[in-house]
C-alpha cells in the first residue's frame, strides 16, 4: 500500500524559514517523479515543485525561494522553503507522479497535507 | 491565476446527471496534453477520478466518466449520490509555461 506521510509544518514568521519532509513507503520511490501541492484556506489547488531524475522544476511564483530534493534511500522528499510570505500560508501535499510522458503526468497518491502558517 | 476554468459550482437532485467543464487553451488541453480530474471531500485530501481524459482508476464507480475534446474537457457524474458533494478539479499540463495547471475547482452539491 502506497502511503505518503508529510510533516514539518507549522507557524513561521514573514521572511522565515521551514522545511517541510514527505516519507514515501510501499512503491519504488526512486522510479517516480514526486511533487508538491498546495492549498490555501478555502481555496483551489496550485502545483508548486516537481522531482525527476533529480531535476527539479517550480512554479514561478517559488523560484528563487523553495527548494526541493529528495534521499532515496531513505525514501524521503524534501521541500526547503525560504523568504516565506503571508501568501505561502496553505495546506501543502506531498504526491507521487504517474504516466508517461512528462505532459501526461498526473497525481496518483496525495499525502494527509501539512500545514504551514505564515504569520508574525 | 489559474489556465483552466472551471464553473464555481453545480447541483443536481440524488439520480441526476451532472457535468463540470474545464476549459483551458492552445498551450494546454488544445496542444494535446491529457486533463486529470481529482475530487476532495470536505477536510480531506484529492483523489483522482479520472486520469488521461477518460481513464478511471481502480475502484473508481463508473458513474465518473471524461471527455475531451478541442479546448476543453468534461466530467461527468451519472445517478449523483449524496456522497458525490464534493470540490472537483481538473489538471493538465501548460506547454507554454511549463507548468503543471490545475482548475479553478467546482462545487458539487446534492439537492
Known amino acids: 500500500e502506497v502511503q505518503l506521510l508529510e510533516s514539518g509544518g507549522g507557524l513561521v514568521q514573514p521572511g522565515g524559514s521551514l522545511r517541510l519532509s514527505c516519507a514515501a513507503s510501499g512503491f519504488p520511490f526512486g522510479d517516480f517523479a514526486m511533487s508538491w501541492v498546495r492549498q490555501a484556506p478555502g481555496k483551489g489547488l496550485e502545483w508548486v515543485s516537481l522531482?525527476?531524475?533529480?531535476?527539479?522544476f517550480y512554479a514561478d511564483f517559488v523560484k528563487g525561494r523553495f527548494t526541493i530534493s529528495r534521499d532515496i534511500s531513505k525514501k524521503t522528499l524534501f521541500l526547503q522553503m525560504n523568504s516565506l510570505r503571508a501568501e505561502d500560508t496553505a495546506i501543502y501535499y506531498c504526491?507521487?507522479?504517474?504516466?508517461?510522458?512528462?505532459?501526461?503526468?498526473?497525481?496518483?497518491?496525495w499525502g494527509q497535507g501539512s500545514l504551514v502558517t505564515v504569520s508574525s | 491565476q489559474s489556465v483552466l476554468t472551471q464553473p464555481p459550482s453545480v447541483s443536481g437532485a440524488p439520480g441526476q446527471r451532472v457535468s463540470i467543464s474545464c476549459t483551458g487553451s492552445?498551450?494546454?488541453?488544445?496542444?494535446?496534453?491529457?486533463v486529470h480530474w481529482y475530487q476532495q471531500l470536505p477536510g480531506t485530501a484529492p483523489k483522482p477520478l479520472i486520469y488521461e481524459n477518460s481513464n478511471r482508476p481502480s475502484g473508481v464507480p463508473d458513474r465518473f466518466s471524461g471527455s475531451k475534446s478541442g479546448t476543453s474537457a468534461s466530467l461527468a457524474i451519472a445517478g449523483l449520490q449524496a456522497e458525490d458533494e464534493a470540490d472537483y478539479y481538473c489538471?493538465?499540463?501548460?506547454?507554454?509555461?511549463?507548468?503543471?495547471?490545475f482548475g479553478t475547482g467546482t462545487k458539487v452539491t446534492v439537492l
Open positions: 492552445s498551450s494546454n488541453i488544445g496542444a494535446g496534453c491529457d
Open positions: 504526491t507521487k507522479m504517474e504516466g508517461h510522458p512528462m505532459t501526461k503526468w498526473w497525481l496518483d497518491y
Open positions: 489538471q493538465s499540463y501548460d506547454s507554454s509555461l511549463n507548468v503543471y495547471v
Open positions: 522531482i525527476t531524475d533529480d531535476a527539479p
